[in-house]
């Protein structure tokens, strides 16, 4: 029985530990975010106006320090969903899905730059799923907030379907890759019906 305790309380004070560390990471991770400290890897994507011209564009994603390729890589996965979990309001949870999408991009690009395509597609596709889960999480709302942070989103839909766009080639499972490419329509389809085309 005394095992058994002493077992339930180590248990008990890992949890702690492992939650206090993940609330004082986010808190960290936000202010660094917020302050552009995080996102230091820049692409550059040719977007097209709509007067037509075309111009390439900074986009700037954050550095990835573990891929889905490490075995520790599930409790990333865990942390990022606390970090969702514990932020303070709604506007501060869709800026952290904005910037766990701009992180699973990231891996998107290392992976596929390692030619390990349809991890990267998967990455890619966490990517998208997180910025969907963000723009839902606005509602209606026609607040300055929420508009800065549609035009964030609308501008990260529009760099994500170039990088994803590039993995479409050899090597590519084309049935996942066609399933991400109508998940990016469908959702530029909801933000043209917000944005008023």
Known sequence: ???????VVLVLGIVIIFVSFVRASL??????????????????VEIEKS?????????RIPQVRML??????????????LWLQFSKDKFEKVKM???????NLAESVVLSNKDQKERALKSGEKAVEKLEYAWT?????????????????????????QVIRKMGGEGVDKNKYEEIENKIKTFKEKEEKVFGG
Do not use: C, W
């Not at 007067?51 to 986009?59: F, P």
């Open 137 to 161: 999480m606005l509602g209606e709302e026609r607040d300055n907030r929420s508009i800065d942070l549609r035009n964030k989103i609308h501008q990260a839909v529009v760099v994500y379907d």
């Open 1 to 7: 029985m005394r095992k058994i305790y002493t077992l």
């Open 51 to 59: 007067n037509g011209e075309r111009i390439i564009e900074a986009y």
């Open 97 to 103: 899905a904005i910037f766990l999408a701009d992180k």
């Open 68 to 81: 889905p390729t490490n075995i520790f890589y599930g409790i990333k996965e865990i942390r990022d969903y």
């Open 27 to 44: 808190e960290i991770s936000a202010q660094e975010d917020n302050e552009g400290k995080l996102r230091g890897n820049i692409l550059e």
